[in-house]
C-alpha cells in the first residue's frame, strides 16, 4: 500500500498517533517510524497507564499504540478506561509477547489490532492502516520452527 494512501490521513487533517510506553527509546523509535509516513503525526507521548488515559480523553487521538506493560496502570487497564468514555478510539496493543490467550483478551472494546514489538518494523504500518480504515490487525499463529 502506497505511504499517501487515503488511510493516512483522518479526513484533509493529519492522523494524531498517541504513543504509550514506558521505555522512552522505544517511544522515540516508534516516533520515527510512524512520522515516516506522511500526514501522521505522534502528537503526544505517555509514559504509563495514567497518562495514556488522562492524554486520550483530554485529546481524542485518532489512534493509540499502547504498551501491556507500564507502571501505574498497565496497557489493558488503560485501553479499557478510554473505551469505557471514548469506545471510538482505537487501540492497538504493542508487546514483547503475544499469546494467543493475550490476544484473545484484546479483541473487545476497542482494542482494534496488536503488534509484537520484534515485529514492529514489517507490522505496525500495515496494522494502523488496517485500523484506520475500520478493520483489524492481530497477528496470525505462526507454527514453530522445524528443526528437520
Do not use: C, Q
Amino acid at each position: 500500500m502506497p505511504l499517501d494512501s487515503a488511510s493516512t490521513n483522518v479526513g484533509s487533517r493529519p492522523v494524531r498517533i498517541l504513543v504509550a510506553d514506558d521505555h522512552e527509546v522505544m517511544r522515540l523509535g516508534l516516533r520515527n517510524l510512524l512520522e515516516s509516513v506522511p500526514s501522521w503525526s505522534v502528537y503526544a507521548e505517555a509514559a504509563n497507564g495514567n497518562e495514556a488515559v488522562e492524554i486520550a480523553l483530554l485529546s481524542s487521538p485518532d489512534i493509540i499504540i499502547m504498551d501491556i506493560t507500564m507502571p501505574e496502570m498497565n496497557g489493558l487497564e488503560a485501553a479499557a478506561r478510554i473505551a469505557a468514555d471514548r469506545p471510538d478510539i482505537p487501540v492497538i496493543m504493542f508487546s514483547l509477547h503475544l499469546s494467543e490467550d493475550v490476544i484473545g483478551r484484546f479483541k473487545t472494546g476497542s482494542v482494534r489490532g496488536a503488534v509484537a514489538k520484534s515485529e514492529a518494523a514489517r507490522d505496525l504500518l500495515d496494522a494502523i492502516r488496517a485500523v484506520l480504515d475500520g478493520g483489524t490487525f492481530f497477528p496470525e499463529r505462526r507454527p514453530p520452527l522445524s528443526n528437520t
